[in-house]
């Protein structure tokens, strides 16, 4: 399941991820991402992993039509949760996407990463 958070930050979009991701959960941060970006050039992307259980085919399959989409449009993801889940996505996208940022956050470290995530990138701005 997917649930978009509410964050203060008009570049930024936040979801909480938990269980397995389906097709129909990637359309709900795909309509998110498409409203921002009517106002914003780049987004950043705050990731919460709550007992994060991968993705369905249909799911997984999605992800990747969106990420081929928009991936030239984000500066920067925060990944909060365990570090398995980190250290298997992140390898993936930074190999087939280096211009994103990607930094990983334990629970405990959330403001911290709130605050990482909702700086704008220099070169994005240019």
């Given at each position: 399941?997917?649930?978009?958070?509410?964050?203060?930050?008009?570049?930024?979009?936040?979801?909480?991820?938990?269980?397995?991701?389906?097709?129909?959960?990637?359309?709900?941060i795909l309509k998110?991402?498409?409203?921002?970006?009517?106002?914003?050039?780049?987004?950043?992307?705050?990731?919460?992993?709550?007992?994060?259980?991968g993705f369905t085919?249909?799911?997984?399959?999605?992800?990747?039509?969106?990420?081929?989409?928009?991936?030239?449009?984000?500066?920067?993801?925060?990944?909060?949760?365990?570090?398995?889940?980190?250290n298997r996505g992140?390898?993936?996208?930074?190999?087939?996407?280096?211009?994103?940022?990607?930094?990983?956050?334990?629970?405990?470290?959330?403001?911290?990463?709130?605050?990482?995530?909702?700086?704008?990138?220099?070169?994005?701005?240019?």
């Open positions: 399941m997917l649930e978009l958070l509410a964050l203060p930050f008009p570049h930024v979009v936040g979801v909480r991820v938990s269980g397995k991701i389906n097709h129909t959960d990637i359309e709900v998110e991402v498409e409203r921002k970006l009517i106002d914003e050039d780049n987004l950043n992307i705050f990731i919460e992993l709550d007992h994060f259980d085919v249909r799911g997984w399959l999605k992800e990747m039509q969106f990420l081929a989409k928009y991936i030239n449009r984000f500066t920067r993801t925060a990944i909060l949760g365990e570090p398995r889940w980190f992140s390898a993936l996208i930074t190999r087939a996407f280096p211009n994103i940022e990607i930094d990983h956050f334990i629970p405990l470290q959330k403001d911290e990463a709130l605050i990482w995530v909702s700086e704008r990138d220099v070169g994005a701005l240019g």
